[in-house]
């Protein structure tokens, strides 16, 4: 909300990809609940594809500046206490428009009846 910069906990580890023999990274960015965050709440369309039980708000895990270095440090245990949701009025979200919908083909001339 006032341009300060923000990081995201995530992890990361090197994997030899069997295909090609070589030695590459891998990147994730944690997550946490936002079925309550005042404005994560409202992302994500549910996914008729998982159970209800699976249909939660996520959000990832927001870092200010004053902790990057103490997450880069922490424990696996002392990491617990960084998956916390960031406050809502520290972020500012601006919806996306809809693409427009689009127009319904005509039938071909031959199709139509008359």
């Known amino acids: 909300a006032n341009d300060d910069a923000i990081g ?10 069997p295909a090609t023999g070589e030695w590459e990274s891998s990147f994730t960015m944690l997550t946490i609940n936002a079925d309550t965050h005042p404005l994560f709440m409202h992302m994500h369309r549910p996914d008729p594809k ?11 895990v927001i870092l200010p500046p ?21 406050p809502a009025e520290r972020l ?7 693409p427009p919908k689009k127009a319904a083909a005509e039938p071909p001339e031959d199709q139509l009846l008359l």
């Open 66 to 86: 004053a902790q990057f270095e103490p997450w880069l440090d922490a424990t696996p245990q002392e990491s617990f206490e960084f998956m916390r949701q960031y």
């Open 8 to 17: 995201v906990a995530g992890l990361w580890s090197p994997w030899k990809n």
């Open 50 to 60: 998982r159970p209800p039980h699976m249909q939660d708000k996520r959000m990832v």
């Open 92 to 98: 500012v979200m601006t919806p996306e428009p809809l």
